[in-house]
């Protein structure tokens, strides 16, 4: 790091005008962690306030550790949360720390985490086998040692990601109603107690780092990388819940970026009272450390607990229950500074409000926008079956089971429906709290296709929502919120900074025609790499989790097809079809560009809502929904995990290659027992949506496709199973 | 029926196991901390899945060294009924309850995924319910199960019909002789390690776990 601590010499004069004097340099290293972007969102903070954060549901929405949503019968908080950088550096241990942190920032709401989805991307993949199994290793390692389980995700390959991959993980988890922690401490003379795993010299400045971007010296920042001990985990998170549920804390803060410095300025500026802060006591795992590295390391599997004086015996005793070191760190003040002392000395003080309050805002509305062309993208011709065999070996529609079999999808018992159904969805019970138990159940889905943001941010951003809330609907569950991961390049440069401005206005334009809220989330900026004269950075990247309710946990859908039955498209089939930003128009020609079709929420809307009708009312027996690789691929991946066949006849005037493979929203295929078709069709008639019989499920083990009386494709199963299956084979 | 449930710090398994004696059996279920030293009130003890003290060392190798593992030495001894789940398998060899290891799966990765298992002894306590050569589906989720014992313990075990579940089909890890499970001689400790608890209930997907439930509290 340079000798500013990450500050531009603009921010450090504005440090010197407010606190009046120069500062010293433990009080630098301070400011320039909490003024990183990572931790104070300077160039962010007007675009987060675009989104819409209320809703019938919400209890707690952005601003504390997560978010929380109220079930009828217990409170669910969760987040999303980027490990992006640290992830390029050292794979392994920085997608671990990932899964470590955001797992804490759960149990900081007082909530048991009970499941985790992670959304990944990742670069060309003959290029990335370092970062791959690393970052596959690294959360495997972490989520199935402490023993939550990773019940889905998304991984997304391209060449733009290929020196700055993205790792974002979102962690969900239940707790009885009405007993939400925050960040607080209520009156003076409370405690500041540490608890967990003890302090060393990693991920020093691991904040500032995450908030730069990378050059060639960049896997030199090892250092800066925080190491996770998921058994320390496990332990902490055990310690935590046993306090919990005797109601001993009266806040609970957890030490994520910024270390002991972030987790004291964030009590102190929320409970708005000074902290004062003794670094001796606190257990060290290096000799020699000075205030500078204690205040500021990132070591991971601490928390900072708030209470009350007279609880301290019994928290000791927790601490040694469980095996974990421990300290009083401070204590709670009526004035407005926070002190730091070490060995005797007053090494820092600062005003909590001017840390937290005083970083100038860095964002510019840009002056330019972007229009993305009109051109229509229609592929040369070609055999339409040679294009569908190499849609199933792309690594992005190939089975991701190379992957998420080395994840535990199961453990805590919870996962109804686990990895590669269109959404996870997840039963609500904690065994030792009778009180914590619904039959409601919980989906959850993460989306971001980040060819609709490059080729069309704001329409882009407007489709990326709707696939979450129509993922949602095809397991049977009601979108209730969202928690964002806003993955971007640097927005010191114009385009990235048009591009991320159209992503954010089309996300929060689409969720409040949706009423559908964002309650927590994070941002992650500079996902750049310059080298030399090269600059590359990420195509836009927001990641969405969708959160959804299921009345009933039992009355689930998943998207294979069941037995010879009718098949049908529904939605808003009068629609202009497009290839602009597919799949298809990346493999054929190397890039995304162009117009999307507007999509029509209000449709989609009303598509979500019949849906979830038609699985409650037992009228369908699969639904998944039409996204990347189109209607075709929507189809195979029903298939292939049967031992059924598909016959499709389209009568159609539309181009058979564009109508197979655009990615349009708004459609869902759904299977039908014929018995049950007409009743099905009344349903959907009652709406103004379409439907279309697109053809039947046999038990011949054949996929063909007829366009308009002719036979298109004919493709045998077994052989594109096994391509299908084994694409990505090698590569974790 | 009275079954204790073994907590070793990082068990993970072992409220899952709680719940489906407690909830779903509706039997009298404990949870037992690692430093206790008395089993007697129980007529059972299950040793649940999980990373016990982290896998430091070797999966199951300091849980071994527990108040609670030296109990259930004890416990097994009476020819009372010992159930070893994943990592409790890995303890139970550790303990030498059971003879032979679990090593790292062959391809070094850890491996999520529903198995077929042939039952192959259906004498013991946690089998009796269940047909000879059965074929059951099971959950495996582990990184460090693959069965090995020198050849002449080995044949030891298939001569003394001490397999209790042999991979049916594909061997996911490597076992020898595609051992998933197996008992003692006296057959009142059983190690395994698929999850029965994790397919013991209908929203789970499968009921095959619970012939393994039924055959204990019959």
Redesign the interface.
């Given at each position: 790091m340079d000798n500013l601590h990450g500050l531009t010499e603009q921010e450090y004069e504005t440090i010197k005008s407010l606190i009046g004097r120069e500062p010293n340099d433990i009080e630098l290293g301070i400011f320039g962690v909490l003024w990183s972007e990572h931790c104070s969102y300077k160039s962010s903070k007007p675009l987060l306030k675009r989104f819409p954060t209320e809703g019938p549901y919400v209890v707690q929405g952005p601003g504390e550790n997560a978010g929380v949503i109220e079930l009828e019968d217990v409170f669910v908080a969760f987040k999303i949360e980027s490990h992006n950088h640290p992830s390029f550096i050292d794979p392994f241990n920085g997608a671990a720390t990932g899964v470590g942190g955001i797992i804490r920032d759960i149990m900081s709401m007082g909530a048991r985490p009970i499941a985790l989805l992670d959304s990944l991307r990742f670069g060309d993949i003959n290029q990335s086998k370092r970062i791959t199994k690393g970052v596959v290793k690294g959360i495997?390692h972490y989520g199935?040692?402490?023993?939550i389980p990773t019940v889905g995700g998304e991984t997304f390959f391209d060449e733009c990601y290929n020196k700055n991959p993205l790792v974002n993980v979102f962690c969900i988890g239940i707790m009885p109603k009405n007993k939400i922690y925050k960040a607080r401490a209520t009156k003076a003379g409370q405690l500041l107690f540490l608890i967990g795993s003890s302090t060393g010299r990693d991920g020093i400045h691991g904040a500032t780092m995450a908030s730069s971007q990378f050059d060639e010296k960049a896997l030199k920042r090892r250092s800066n990388v925080q190491i996770g001990?998921?058994?320390?985990g496990?332990?902490l998170l055990e310690a935590i819940m046993y306090m919990v549920d005797k109601d001993l804390p009266v806040g609970i803060q957890d030490l994520g970026a910024g270390g002991i410095a972030g987790a004291c300025f964030e009590i102190a500026y929320k409970s708005n009272m000074g902290v004062d802060i003794n670094l001796d006591e606190v257990p060290l795992r290096e000799n020699d450390m000075n205030a500078y590295e204690i205040l500021l390391s990132e070591s991971q599997e601490r928390m900072l607990i708030v209470i009350e004086k007279e609880n301290l015996q019994e928290l000791i005793n927790i601490a040694n229950k469980?095996?974990l070191s421990w300290c009083v760190l401070g204590e709670t003040t009526t004035s407005d500074t926070v002190n730091i002392y070490f060995k005797g000395e007053k090494v820092a003080s600062l005003d909590y409000k001017i840390v937290a309050e005083g970083v100038p805002s860095c964002y510019t509305q840009p002056s330019k926008t972007f229009s993305p062309s009109m051109e229509k993208f229609i592929p040369e011709k070609m055999e339409p079956k040679d294009l569908f065999m190499k849609l199933i070996s792309n690594p992005n529609i190939a089975s991701k089971e190379h992957i998420?079999?080395?994840?535990?999808?199961?453990?805590?018992?919870n996962?109804?429906l686990g990895p590669s159904s269109d959404a996870a969805v997840l039963?609500i019970?904690?065994?030792?709290r009778p009180d914590v138990k619904s039959e409601q159940g919980i989906a959850i889905k993460a989306d971001g296709n980040a060819y609709y943001m490059e080729a069309d941010p704001y329409e882009g951003a407007r489709w990326t929502v709707s696939e979450c809330v129509r993922n949602l609907a095809c397991v049977g569950a009601k979108a209730l919120a969202f928690s964002d991961c806003l993955n971007f390049g640097n927005p010191r440069r114009e385009d990235v900074a048009i591009k991320m401005e159209l992503c954010v206005n089309g996300m929060a334009d689409a969720m409040k025609e949706f009423s559908i809220p964002v309650i927590s989330g994070n941002v992650s900026l500079y996902n750049e790499t310059v080298e030399g004269s090269t600059i590359t950075n990420v195509m836009p990247t927001p990641v969405i989790v969708g959160v959804g309710l299921l009345e009933d946990?039992?009355k689930h859908m998943d998207h294979r097809f069941k037995k010879p039955s009718s098949l049908f498209l529904i939605g808003n089939l009068n629609q202009e079809y497009t290839l602009n930003g597919s799949l298809v128009q990346k493999i054929l020609t190397g890039s995304v560009k162009g117009t999307l079709t507007k999509v029509d929420i209000e449709k989609e809307k009303l598509l979500v809502e019949l849906v979830v009708k038609l699985i409650k009312e037992d009228l369908i027996l699969s639904a998944h929904d039409v996204s990347m690789g189109g209607l075709i691929t929507n189809i195979f991946e029903s298939l292939v995990d049967t031992n059924l066949g598909a016959s499709i006849s389209l009568y159609i005037d539309e181009d058979p290659i564009v109508f197979l493979f655009s990615e349009n929203p708004t459609r869902i295929v759904v299977s039908v027992e014929q018995e049950l078709e007409e009743q099905f069709k009344n349903i959907v008639e009652q709406t103004p949506l379409d439907w279309m019989l697109i053809g039947s499920i046999t038990n011949e083990r054949n996929f063909t496709i007829e366009y308009n009386g002719r036979e298109l494709i004919r493709c045998d199963l077994e052989t594109a199973k096994h391509i299908w299956k084994n694409s990505l084979k090698d590569f974790f | 029926m009275k079954i204790g449930i073994c907590v070793f710090p990082g068990s993970n398994c072992d409220y899952d196991t709680y719940y489906i004696v407690k909830d779903i059996l509706q039997e009298d279920a404990e949870l037992i901390d690692y430093t206790s030293k008395d089993l007697d009130r129980f007529d059972a003890v299950i040793l649940p899945g999980g990373f016990s003290f982290g896998d430091y060392l070797r999966p199951g190798a300091l849980a071994s060294k527990t108040p609670l593992a030296e109990a259930i030495v004890n416990f097994a001894s009476k020819g009372r009924y010992v159930l070893g789940i994943c990592n409790g398998f890995q303890i139970l060899t550790e303990l030498k309850l059971l003879p032979g290891a679990l090593l790292p799966n062959e391809n070094d990765k850890f491996i999520c995924k529903r198995v077929n298992l042939s039952v192959e002894n259906i004498s013991t306590a946690f089998t009796r319910k269940i047909e000879d050569k059965e074929v059951i589906t099971l959950p495996i989720a582990h990184h460090d199960g693959r069965f090995y014992a020198p050849q002449d313990i080995l044949e030891e075990i298939e001569a003394n019909n001490q397999v209790v579940f042999r991979y049916q089909g594909e061997n996911p890890n490597g076992s020898l002789n595609a051992i998933a499970g197996i008992c003692n001689k006296s057959g009142n400790v059983v190690g395994m390690m698929p999850h029965p608890e994790r397919i013991s209930e209908d929203i789970l997907g499968g009921l095959d776990g619970l012939k393994i439930w039924h055959s204990l509290i019959a």
């Amino acid at each position: 790091m340079d000798n500013l601590h990450g500050l531009t010499e603009q921010e450090y004069e504005t440090i010197k005008s407010l606190i009046g004097r120069e500062p010293n340099d433990i009080e630098l290293g301070i400011f320039g962690v909490l003024w990183s972007e990572h931790c104070s969102y300077k160039s962010s903070k007007p675009l987060l306030k675009r989104f819409p954060t209320e809703g019938p549901y919400v209890v707690q929405g952005p601003g504390e550790n997560a978010g929380v949503i109220e079930l009828e019968d217990v409170f669910v908080a969760f987040k999303i949360e980027s490990h992006n950088h640290p992830s390029f550096i050292d794979p392994f241990n920085g997608a671990a720390t990932g899964v470590g942190g955001i797992i804490r920032d759960i149990m900081s709401m007082g909530a048991r985490p009970i499941a985790l989805l992670d959304s990944l991307r990742f670069g060309d993949i003959n290029q990335s086998k370092r970062i791959t199994k690393g970052v596959v290793k690294g959360i495997s390692h972490y989520g199935n040692c402490i023993g939550i389980p990773t019940v889905g995700g998304e991984t997304f390959f391209d060449e733009c990601y290929n020196k700055n991959p993205l790792v974002n993980v979102f962690c969900i988890g239940i707790m009885p109603k009405n007993k939400i922690y925050k960040a607080r401490a209520t009156k003076a003379g409370q405690l500041l107690f540490l608890i967990g795993s003890s302090t060393g010299r990693d991920g020093i400045h691991g904040a500032t780092m995450a908030s730069s971007q990378f050059d060639e010296k960049a896997l030199k920042r090892r250092s800066n990388v925080q190491i996770g001990d998921p058994f320390y985990g496990k332990k902490l998170l055990e310690a935590i819940m046993y306090m919990v549920d005797k109601d001993l804390p009266v806040g609970i803060q957890d030490l994520g970026a910024g270390g002991i410095a972030g987790a004291c300025f964030e009590i102190a500026y929320k409970s708005n009272m000074g902290v004062d802060i003794n670094l001796d006591e606190v257990p060290l795992r290096e000799n020699d450390m000075n205030a500078y590295e204690i205040l500021l390391s990132e070591s991971q599997e601490r928390m900072l607990i708030v209470i009350e004086k007279e609880n301290l015996q019994e928290l000791i005793n927790i601490a040694n229950k469980f095996h974990l070191s421990w300290c009083v760190l401070g204590e709670t003040t009526t004035s407005d500074t926070v002190n730091i002392y070490f060995k005797g000395e007053k090494v820092a003080s600062l005003d909590y409000k001017i840390v937290a309050e005083g970083v100038p805002s860095c964002y510019t509305q840009p002056s330019k926008t972007f229009s993305p062309s009109m051109e229509k993208f229609i592929p040369e011709k070609m055999e339409p079956k040679d294009l569908f065999m190499k849609l199933i070996s792309n690594p992005n529609i190939a089975s991701k089971e190379h992957i998420y079999t080395q994840y535990d999808f199961e453990v805590g018992t919870n996962t109804v429906l686990g990895p590669s159904s269109d959404a996870a969805v997840l039963r609500i019970k904690w065994p030792l709290r009778p009180d914590v138990k619904s039959e409601q159940g919980i989906a959850i889905k993460a989306d971001g296709n980040a060819y609709y943001m490059e080729a069309d941010p704001y329409e882009g951003a407007r489709w990326t929502v709707s696939e979450c809330v129509r993922n949602l609907a095809c397991v049977g569950a009601k979108a209730l919120a969202f928690s964002d991961c806003l993955n971007f390049g640097n927005p010191r440069r114009e385009d990235v900074a048009i591009k991320m401005e159209l992503c954010v206005n089309g996300m929060a334009d689409a969720m409040k025609e949706f009423s559908i809220p964002v309650i927590s989330g994070n941002v992650s900026l500079y996902n750049e790499t310059v080298e030399g004269s090269t600059i590359t950075n990420v195509m836009p990247t927001p990641v969405i989790v969708g959160v959804g309710l299921l009345e009933d946990v039992h009355k689930h859908m998943d998207h294979r097809f069941k037995k010879p039955s009718s098949l049908f498209l529904i939605g808003n089939l009068n629609q202009e079809y497009t290839l602009n930003g597919s799949l298809v128009q990346k493999i054929l020609t190397g890039s995304v560009k162009g117009t999307l079709t507007k999509v029509d929420i209000e449709k989609e809307k009303l598509l979500v809502e019949l849906v979830v009708k038609l699985i409650k009312e037992d009228l369908i027996l699969s639904a998944h929904d039409v996204s990347m690789g189109g209607l075709i691929t929507n189809i195979f991946e029903s298939l292939v995990d049967t031992n059924l066949g598909a016959s499709i006849s389209l009568y159609i005037d539309e181009d058979p290659i564009v109508f197979l493979f655009s990615e349009n929203p708004t459609r869902i295929v759904v299977s039908v027992e014929q018995e049950l078709e007409e009743q099905f069709k009344n349903i959907v008639e009652q709406t103004p949506l379409d439907w279309m019989l697109i053809g039947s499920i046999t038990n011949e083990r054949n996929f063909t496709i007829e366009y308009n009386g002719r036979e298109l494709i004919r493709c045998d199963l077994e052989t594109a199973k096994h391509i299908w299956k084994n694409s990505l084979k090698d590569f974790f | 029926m009275k079954i204790g449930i073994c907590v070793f710090p990082g068990s993970n398994c072992d409220y899952d196991t709680y719940y489906i004696v407690k909830d779903i059996l509706q039997e009298d279920a404990e949870l037992i901390d690692y430093t206790s030293k008395d089993l007697d009130r129980f007529d059972a003890v299950i040793l649940p899945g999980g990373f016990s003290f982290g896998d430091y060392l070797r999966p199951g190798a300091l849980a071994s060294k527990t108040p609670l593992a030296e109990a259930i030495v004890n416990f097994a001894s009476k020819g009372r009924y010992v159930l070893g789940i994943c990592n409790g398998f890995q303890i139970l060899t550790e303990l030498k309850l059971l003879p032979g290891a679990l090593l790292p799966n062959e391809n070094d990765k850890f491996i999520c995924k529903r198995v077929n298992l042939s039952v192959e002894n259906i004498s013991t306590a946690f089998t009796r319910k269940i047909e000879d050569k059965e074929v059951i589906t099971l959950p495996i989720a582990h990184h460090d199960g693959r069965f090995y014992a020198p050849q002449d313990i080995l044949e030891e075990i298939e001569a003394n019909n001490q397999v209790v579940f042999r991979y049916q089909g594909e061997n996911p890890n490597g076992s020898l002789n595609a051992i998933a499970g197996i008992c003692n001689k006296s057959g009142n400790v059983v190690g395994m390690m698929p999850h029965p608890e994790r397919i013991s209930e209908d929203i789970l997907g499968g009921l095959d776990g619970l012939k393994i439930w039924h055959s204990l509290i019959a």
